[in-house]
């Protein structure tokens, strides 16, 4: 399985693969042939309340990390879309979130990795 995680903002690569935005809001300021996202799942990204409630603060990390993936647990469809293609190739994780440590994207690749 080849997973990788990438900034949406960060210049498309061709050892990317299929780039997938797993952020549920579009990313501020761009446009769509910019992000080359070859696949929007917004399905997949936290919860707006969820999304709301870490507000990228570093000391909600464990608790995002754990509630986030309780999410996905129950979130089988989107899950079911992402597994499909990470079987078919190499797939970037894009995310919008300038905190590249603690972001949901890092949370969904080691989840995904595990499964």
Known sequence: ?????????DKKEAKDGKRILVDRLWPRGLTKEK????IWLKEIAPSTELR???????GKWVSFQKKYTTELENNKEAVAVLRKEIKSGTVTL?????????????VLKNWMSKK
């Not at 399985?1 to 903002?9: G, I, P, S, T």
């Open 52 to 58: 709301k409630w870490f507000a990228h603060d570093p």
């Open 94 to 106: 894009l995310y919008a979130a300038k905190d590249e440590q603690h972001n949901e994207a890092l």
């Open 35 to 38: 992000a080359a996202a070859d």
């Open 1 to 9: 399985m080849k997973l990788f995680v990438k900034r949406v903002y």
